[in-house]
């Protein structure tokens, strides 16, 4: 079984540039969850969705940062414009269920570096 | 929210038990405590998780106190390829699977 699936693997791009990231999560499991990874720090928890209803954006900044899971499935991230700060490793990561006591399977993530 | 205290790195030798040591002093009742890992340049990896009782699976033990405010990850035979961090985490609301994770412990097993 397929994994969640991420892509790119890596992004260099200047400051105020506009940015997307993918994700397809394992299939079948209907929320699907976007982190931001600091260097040296754990993940935290930008947006999640419960298929395609956004239930949680309260750390997504708003301003410069959107989400989409169009049908339920995939997602796009985007940061625009971006800024020297966006530096991180951007993590899908996906469960089954809306509710109790579910795991969650993370991508291997995207890797951004804004110049 | 419950939050979690973890040394920031522990050493262990290739063949022992790994003990990975949690404080979560201000767990509610009905709060699970998750473990995770995180190898290098990867997105972190589900281990074990629990309620009340002592939790087995053939990735490692998970022993909660009795009275909740901790716990210890175990991995019983250690190889270098489980040098990672560990993150325990504390899913503070149970009906949306929200997770905070800490900064970890960053396990360094040595031969």
């Known amino acids: 079984e397929a994994g969640v699936v991420q892509s790119p693997r890596y992004k260099i791009i200047e400051k105020k540039q506009p940015v997307a990231f993918w994700c397809n999560p394992i299939s079948g499991h209907n929320t699907l969850y976007w982190y931001r990874q600091n260097l040296g720090q754990g993940p935290e928890l930008l947006i999640r969705?419960?298929?395609?209803?956004?239930?949680?954006d309260s750390q997504l900044p708003k301003d410069r940062f959107s989400a989409e899971r169009l049908k339920g499935v995939d997602s796009t991230l985007k940061i625009q414009p971006a800024e020297l700060g966006d530096s991180a490793v951007y993590l899908c990561a996906s469960s089954f269920g809306l509710a109790g006591a579910y795991e969650q399977y993370f991508g291997p993530g995207t890797r951004l570096t804004v110049t | 929210d419950a939050k979690t205290t973890q040394p920031t790195s522990m050493d262990c030798a290739e063949g022992r038990a790994a003990n990975l040591p949690c404080n979560h002093s201000?767990?509610?009742?009905?709060?699970?405590v998750y473990w995770y890992r995180q190898i290098h340049s990867q997105g972190p990896q589900y281990i074990i998780h629990?309620?009340?009782n002592n939790e087995t699976n053939e990735m490692a033990s998970l022993i909660i106190t009795e009275d909740r405010k901790s716990s210890t990850l175990i991995l019983p035979h250690a190889t270098l390829r489980d040098t990672a961090v560990y993150y325990c985490i504390v899913r503070v609301d149970i009906s949306f699977n929200k997770f905070y994770f800490g900064s970890g412990t960053k396990l360094n097993v040595k031969p």
């Open positions: 629990g309620l009340k």
């Open positions: 201000t767990i509610s009742g009905n709060e699970y």
């Open positions: 969705y419960e298929n395609e209803e956004a239930v949680d």
